[in-house]
């Protein structure tokens, strides 16, 4: 038993910049794997970012350098730092956790993750 939601997505002008939120309720492990995955039309879900249990960080090539993983576990909140962002980061992007009270070592397959948030929308014009 466990859900997330995110929060944050918009729309802005290429360069622009929006952090996501997504925040655990229910049993949600706290410092387990979690990660941020995106989806645009006619696309295959992406890993984009993801952070295990110590808080080491992995990141698709696509947006290394340019979005940053955090998360504040006494808000039970991950979020998504999103600078320098391009049209092609236009996507639904959602959050998932693996929910393991230990994961060592953060993967970026979406196959991997157990509980996903319902999506939020982040459109970057040109």
């Known amino acids: 038993q466990g859900q997330l939601a995110e929060s944050g997505g918009g729309s802005v002008q290429a360069g622009g910049s929006l952090r996501l939120s997504c925040v655990g309720s229910?049993?949600?492990?706290?410092?387990?794997?979690m990660g941020w995955f995106r989806q645009a039309p006619g696309s295959e879900r992406e890993g984009v970012a993801a952070?295990?249990?110590?808080?080491?960080?992995r990141y698709a090539d696509s947006v290394k350098g340019r979005f940053t993983i955090s998360q504040d576990n006494a808000k039970n909140t991950l979020y998504l730092q999103m600078n320098s962002l391009k049209p092609d980061d236009t996507a639904t992007y959602f959050c998932?956790?693996?929910?393991?009270?230990?994961?060592?070592?953060?993967?970026?397959?979406?196959?991997?993750?157990?509980?996903w948030g319902q999506g939020t929308q982040v459109t970057v014009s040109s």
């Open positions: 998932a956790t693996k929910n393991r009270r230990i994961c060592d070592g953060a993967p970026l397959s979406p196959n991997e993750y157990r509980i």
């Open positions: 229910g049993y949600i492990y706290s410092g387990n794997c």
């Open positions: 952070i295990d249990s110590a808080g080491s960080t």
